[in-house]
């Protein structure tokens, strides 16, 4: 830009910028005009607030707060005092102000006649004295405002800006501290005591008194819907997925665990068939798909589980499943500047060997590698032909048995090379070389602060992960950004971003690699030397003719070798910003506009050294190997491989919304209408793999004769089979485009009726475009009774709070792996054998395909007793949900017999429990807080036509009508029968089918499966609960965990009866069971010396009735330990809080199974093991 076109521009700018000013001025005179007759003081404040922005601050204890006033107020530039001392003067109360907030207390009460003390000066007693103190919250910062009164003088007192306070006193006098959000506390003043510093608690039942729904936050007091929010001290404990801290915390909310410990939530039970199961995640008021680990865990405030129609139908078509908000912190206004700085360090023990790998003894595999040879093995196998058995992996004993099987060695020789494998382990070598102990540290640093305009909020995290498996881990950083700009009275303005790096290695092992590998297979010969484990390149005798000394690389494979020989690397950025605008139009009415930005990139560099088992037998296999010139020829350049792949997602969100408030005499009114439109689209792309690839040099090689496939350039590999090489990008695209309008409004009529109603339409792309489908409303109402408030409930007075609740109302479900139109997929590559592109019909399309909706009727009761000493909740539902896309039995005529069609109906119906008390024992130094909360839930499919179901499909969990959804269906066994003669026996293993019909082992049972399966339950828990302790003694805090899931079943290990044919013959550890065990009540062995048909014996013995048992169990989920360094200590180094904490997760889990196999992680998998945490929090 030249000098010339500087002034032009800026002349363009100055009507923008005037306007900007002319927003962010303030007038200093007050202009009020306020109107009301028998109204509520409280709904007062509310709109001289809206109008002046005075903030009010009081105590639920202020009962003259809801006293009805009648008052008519214009005023333009008149001190604000002259409006208060006209409301509060004749009322009994007093205010405070400091700057824009206003704190209210009780005016000071004369002992004789109960009447407002005036100003007179008194005499003081003899005996009296003035004591100072500062007043602070959990976190060691002052409060102001905090409101002190001396019940026996009946005089009062404030903090100031730095919670400071004075107040005259006698010996016997009781102070009593009382703050809206705080706990109150009293004292009996002693003689001596000039100084007392007083730490005031959050009131949980007082803070949790606002529900955030995503579009609006409102009143516990006026939500007719199933709500619970999380508590501020579950939310803060250490973790580094904020998901963790909600296990166990609410009633009906089912969570399942992965091996780290991240879990997934199912809310009232299962209401799809398809893939989308989790409820909805809303962070900040929008959805995201990213769910919880794109969260900084230190950064929430609260945490909001929405489970019926009433409380979740805001969201319409996403909502089926239940909803989780999630409110991000943010700096508080007129607050000093905060820094916070917290940092764990996790470490768990490497994981049980014997339960991930439940392998009989290496003396029991060979003897039954013998067995199984010389019965069921040779026989098998054209042992002249390299392709019959090649891909199939063999241990170093089962090559001995092939010696000595072709006469290579003789039957001493056998013996004595199996014995010396017989007692070895390699379990130790494992641990030491391939696993790792689980870890995260943790890194976070908070800062806030805010004035009277403007408030921001920065956090910066930093987390790494070491996984079970070494050279596999993952770290993350995430910057958080929030500031709150107040523009002027009619105008604010909040901003958020954060923006997440990760990088993930995935050099390590896995399980299933652990799991391939015989006891006996060391890692490492006695020099130290890696040994050979067989991988795909396998012992035949033909085998021995290969001349492996003109390939181009050695065969032999071992992990250790591998792992630190390449480099697969994930990164990925996220980047999520949203950007919102108050406008207050007039008196109640206000426009909100919204809007969300997201982007992620994923991006994975995959790259093998040539010392890769993966290089090299690529390259090897694809040489060509001419037999009878023993001559081969390279056909994949020599050289490193690198994969490259790329995936991104671009969406938005932009939502209008108009909210509105009215409050007169005894009514309240709040409604709010919108609309919101998003489009999301998702793009990946894949390179080719690229060969002879040098990392160092940057080079890359070519095909030495052409990618093959071509019909004049057949390439054949070493084996004589013809190969290509693949060449081509891939790339996918995919979007997804919601337009939504909605609505919601609430009545309250004297603060004891409450009425709301909620309606929201919803399309999209993805479903079908008939009006009739497309626009279907999803709508809720509600009802709920504040009994409390009635006159017959007065003589009560030990109930705090009894609310009836009733909802109905339908959400929606979101299911994207149909279309209603015909879809297909085409081939990567063109057809080795036609050279031809083909396709495939990925869906046949559905015409009608429409929103899965689920209505919910909710009958529920919120109570507390005994000043706040107990409280809770008890709901019941029932939940119907129709249009379910399933897999349904079509007329073949179609070309097809099956289709995913909207055609299934579902049930959920529960009942929910929560209770909860706290118990003071020492004022606020020794209390003790617990809270149970226990939950039935009933699921069905009602309707779902299949015409039949095979019994593989049956026990392999298939959806039945009539049935849970998660219904466990096993063979009965009916042991063992002779199909042969007396002479010549043919004993086999037989299941129960229809009536006397039984089956052997050896083919599939025909007919229906339903007809003689038996049904053995649910694999889901119907029964859930959850109870939390937390005892606090002066500085130390103990709290913990324990969950519950009680009345499913699950299938415990069976022996796995391995046979030659499948490659390394690796029986389990109850191989020992089979051998002494009865075959009429457990499967046996093959009993015939040649029995053909054993490969098949895999379709019925994990599936039988004998195997299954309770899965009910309690788990100690976690265990806290706090101590708070004293106050008196930190005040020395200038720092307001201090914490030293520790924990323990997973510590242990009592089952109800007698076989030592955790029901969620049986046996032959990975279960979370014990983890403790050390972590240190301070705040300056």
């Known amino acids: ?139 060691r910062l002052p409060l102001p405002g905090v409101t002190i009164m001396n019940l026996t003088s009946k005089k009062g007192s404030f903090t100031d800006n730095s919670g400071n306070y004075s107040i005259e006193v006698n010996p016997g006098d009781k102070l009593r501290f009382t703050s809206i959000g705080m706990v109150t506390q009293e004292v009996t003043i002693s003689g001596g005591m000039v100084v007392y510093n007083v730490q005031m608690a959050p009131d949980n039942l007082m803070l949790q008194e606002l529900v955030v729904t995503g579009y609006q936050t409102i009143s516990k007091e006026r939500v007719t819907g199933a709500v619970k929010i999380i508590s501020t001290e579950q939310l803060e404990k250490p973790t580094s997925n904020i998901a963790q801290r909600l296990i166990g915390t609410t009633a009906g909310v089912q969570a399942r665990l992965d091996v780290d410990g991240n879990p997934t939530f199912e809310i009232r039970g299962q209401t799809s068939l398809g893939t989308n199961l989790e409820p909805l995640v809303v962070i900040d008021g929008f959805p995201t798909e990213k769910g919880f680990n794109s969260i900084n865990p230190n950064d929430v405030e609260s945490v909001t589980f929405l489970k019926d129609a009433a409380a979740a139908s805001i969201w319409g078509a996403k909502a089926a499943n239940g909803v989780i908000v999630i409110t991000s912190k943010k700096a508080k206004k007129d607050s000093p500047l905060r820094v916070e700085f917290n940092t764990f360090y996790k470490i768990g023990p490497k994981f049980d060997m014997n339960y991930v790998r439940p392998m009989a003894s290496s003396n029991e595999i060979i003897d039954y590698e013998l067995v199984s040879f010389n019965k069921w093995g040779a026989r098998a196998y054209n042992v002249g032909n390299l392709n019959d058995g090649y891909y199939r992996t063999y241990t170093p004993t089962q090559t001995l048995i092939w010696d000595h099987y072709v006469g290579k060695i003789t039957t001493a020789q056998r013996d004595a090379g199996l014995n010396t494998y017989r007692n070895l382990n390699n379990a130790q070598q494992i641990k030491d070389n391939l696993l790792d102990n689980p870890s995260t540290q943790q890194y976070n640093l908070t800062i806030m602060g805010g004035s009277e305009k403007n408030s921001n909020f920065l956090s910066l995290l930093h987390e790494k992960n070491t996984s079970n498996y070494k050279n596999t881990n993952k770290s993350r950083s995430v910057i958080s950004y929030r500031n709150v700009t107040k523009i002027n009275n009619w105008l604010d303005f909040e901003l958020g971003a954060t923006l997440a790096f990760g990088t993930e290695l995935n050099n390590g092992i896995t399980l299933s690699n652990i799991q391939s590998w015989v006891p006996h297979q060391m890692l490492f010969e006695s020099n130290g030397d890696y040994t050979n484990i067989p991988n795909g390149a396998n012992y035949l005798p033909a085998m021995s003719t290969v001349p492996f000394d003109k390939f181009p690389y050695k065969f032999s494979f071992n992990p250790v070798e591998e792992i630190n020989s390449r480099n697969l690397e994930t990164k990925t950025v996220d980047t999520r ?11 109640g009415l206000s426009l909100e506009s919204r809007v969300q930005y997201e982007y992620n990139n994923s991006f994975t560099k995959n790259f093998y050294s040539e010392n890769t088992y993966t290089v090299r037998s690529a390259v090897n296999i694809a040489t060509s190997w001419n037999q009878s010139t023993n001559v081969t020829t390279l056909n994949l350049p020599k050289g490193g491989f690198l994969d490259q792949s790329r995936s991104e997602v671009k969406a938005y969100t932009f939502r209008n ?149 009733l909802t109905f109302g339908y959400n929606g479900n979101v299911d994207v792996t149909t279309s209603f139109q015909p879809l297909i997929t085409p081939s990567a590559s063109v057809n080795i054998y036609t050279q031809e592109n083909t396709t495939a019909i990925a869906s046949l399309g559905n015409p009608t395909l429409r929103w899965e909706k689920t209505g919910t009727w909710n009958l529920g009761v919120d109570y507390s007793l005994f000043n706040n000493n107990i409280y809770g909740s008890i709901d019941v539902y029932n939940k119907y949900t129709k249009d379910l896309i399933a897999t349904i039995s079509i007329p073949a005529v179609n070309g097809s017999t099956s289709s995913r069609m909207n055609n299934a109906e579902m049930r959920n119906r529960g009942i929910e429990f929560e209770i909860g008390t706290t118990q003071k024992i020492h004022n606020n130094n020794i209390w003790w807080r617990g809270s149970l909360n226990f939950a039935y839930n009933k ?124 490659g390394a013959v690796i029986p389990n550890q109850k191989y020992s069971e089979v051998v002494n065990g009865d075959p009429m009540k457990t499967v046996p062995l093959p009993l015939n010396t040649n029995e053909a048909r054993f490969y098949f014996w895999d379709r019925f013995y994990p599936y039988l009735s004998y195997l299954v048992e309770s899965a009910s169990h309690v788990r100690m989920q976690e265990i806290n330990l706090t101590y708070n360094l004293p106050q008196n200590l930190l005040k020395k180094v200038n720092i307001n809080r201090l914490q030293i904490y520790a924990q323990c997760n997973d510590l242990f889990t009592i089952r109800a199974n007698k076989f030592g196999e955790d029901p969620e992680y049986p046996i032959g998998t990975q279960k979370p093991q014990p983890k403790f945490t050390f972590g240190i929090k301070f705040d300056l």
């Open 1 to 139: 830009m030249n000098s010339k076109t500087v002034p032009k521009a800026l002349s363009r700018l100055l009507p923008f910028v005037a306007i900007f000013i002319l927003f962010c001025t303030e007038a200093s005179a007050q202009k009020i005009n306020i109107s009301f007759k028998d109204t509520p003081l409280k709904a007062i404040l509310s709109e001289i607030n809206r109008q002046t922005d005075y903030d009010f601050v009081y105590s639920n204890a202020l009962t003259a707060i809801n006293e009805k006033v009648s008052i008519t107020y214009s005023a333009n530039g008149e001190p604000i005092e002259k409006l208060f001392n006209q409301l509060f003067s004749d009322r009994g109360i007093s205010y405070k102000i400091d700057k824009k907030q206003v704190t209210l207390a009780p005016k000071a009460i004369a002992p004789d006649n109960k009447t407002p003390v005036n100003n007179t000066p008194q005499a003081k007693s003899q005996d009296s004295f003035v004591i100072k103190g500062k007043v602070s919250d959990d976190a």
């Open 577 to 587: 910003i949203n950007a919102a605008l108050f406008v207050k139009l007039f008196e």
């Open 657 to 805: 919304q108009l909210n509105y408030r009215k409050t007169f005499a005894k009514h309240d009114f709040v409604a709010l209408a919108g609309f919101e439109m998003s489009d999301r689209v998702q793009q990946a792309f894949g390179n080719p793999r690229t060969y002879g690839y040098s990392n160092d040099k940057l080079t890359v090689g070519t095909f030495p004769n052409g990618p093959g496939g071509a019909a004049i350039k057949v390439i054949n590999n070493w084996l004589g089979n013809a190969q290509t090489f693949g060449y081509t990008n891939s790339f996918s695209y995919s979007t997804r485009r919601y337009f939504a309008g909605y609505a919601n409004a609430s009545y309250t009529f004297d603060s004891k009726y409450s009425l709301s109603g909620s309606i929201r339409t919803d399309a999209s792309n993805f479903i079908t475009d008939d009006p009739k489908y497309r626009y279907a409303p999803f709508w809720s109402v509600g009802a709920s009774w504040n009994m409390v408030k009635e006159k017959f409930m007065s003589n009560l007075s030990f109930v705090d709070r009894l609310t009836a609740r």
């Open 939 to 1062: 699921n069905e499919i009602t309707k779902l036509f299949v015409a039949q179901i095979a019994a593989s499909s049956l026990y392999s969990g298939t959806y039945v009508q009539g049935y849970n959804s998660k219904e466990m269906w096993r063979f009965k066994y009916a042991g063992i029968k002779n199909e042969g003669t007396e002479a010549v026996p043919n004993w086999q293993p037989h299941v129960q089918g229809p009536g006397e019909t039984t089956y052997n082992f050896g083919g599939w049972t025909p007919g229906d499966g339903r007809d003689y399966l038996l049904n053995m339950g649910t694999t889901v828990a119907p029964f859930t609960l959850g109870f939390s302790s937390d005892f606090k003694i002066y500085d130390f805090n103990l709290s913990f965990i324990i969950t519950g899931k009680i009345g499913h079943v699950f299938n415990r290990q069976s022996f796995n009866y391995p046979v030659w044919w499948n």
